[in-house]
Antibody
């Protein structure tokens, strides 16, 4: 069974840092590009960042550019999101998703991990 | 603000049908980029429902269908069931933003 399991969420003060992890199983991890998508509770979806299968290309939403860094460790079947200089507006559920067909669609989605930025 | 616009809500009685629209523009749907649809039951993660405009992943019933025309796409659900109550999001690529974008989301209520 294809599975993505996120961890690392929590409560952090504005200006603080947090590192999210996503453990992948049930498929050949380094065959796929991967993406982080976030959702403010009760609101819509926003693609935060994506990374190519071998990690040599990464992209970011303007809202997080310069503050967040995506990375992956194919030997550990893991995806990461390093979040620095966190702001209240970064409060959201962060989902790890697999890119299909070169990133045209996303399947499956992890269960999500909640990040709360609050003083 | 999303570049893909959906109605905030639609509703129908059990057994009836509903259609959800996803309106984009010349830099996304109108440029030929495919549209995908996701279903999100409250409190759970989104799940792929339709990919590449019209295709259903295994396990998605054939009473759910997708279509695309011009700068818009639609998701149709026939024979509404209680399990169809959820939020639905469209998704495509926008060449002006050089990024994947999601629709504003539509809440489906089964009366």
């Amino acid at each position: 069974e294809v599975q993505l399991v996120e961890s690392g969420g929590g409560v952090v003060r504005p200006g603080g840092s947090l590192r999210l992890s996503c453990a992948a199983s049930g498929f050949i991890f380094d065959d796929y590009d991967m993406t982080w998508v976030r959702q403010v509770p009760g609101k819509g979806l926003e693609r935060v960042s994506g990374i190519s299968w071998n990690g040599d290309r990464a992209g970011y939403a303007d809202s997080v550019k310069g503050r967040f860094t995506i990375s992956r460790d194919n030997a550990k079947n893991s995806l990461y999101l390093q979040m620095n200089s966190l702001r209240a507006e970064d409060t959201a559920i962060y989902y790890c998703v697999r890119d299909m067909q070169g990133g045209d669609w996303f399947d499956p989605w992890g269960q999500g991990t909640l990040v709360t930025v609050s003083s | 603000q999303s570049v893909l616009t959906q109605p905030p809500s639609v509703s129908g009685a059990p057994g009836q049908g509903v259609t959800i629209s996803c309106t984009g523009g010349s830099s996304n749907i109108g440029a030929g980029y495919d549209v995908n649809w996701y279903k999100q039951v409250p409190g759970t993660a989104p799940k792929l429902l339709i990919y590449a405009n019209t295709n259903r992943p295994s396990g998605v019933p054939d009473r759910i269908s997708g279509s695309k025309s011009g700068t818009s796409a639609s998701l149709a659900i026939t024979g509404l069931q209680a399990e169809d109550e959820a939020d639905y999001y469209c998704q495509s690529f926008d060449s002006s933003l050089s990024d994947h974008v999601f629709g504003t989301g539509t809440k489906v209520t089964v009366l």
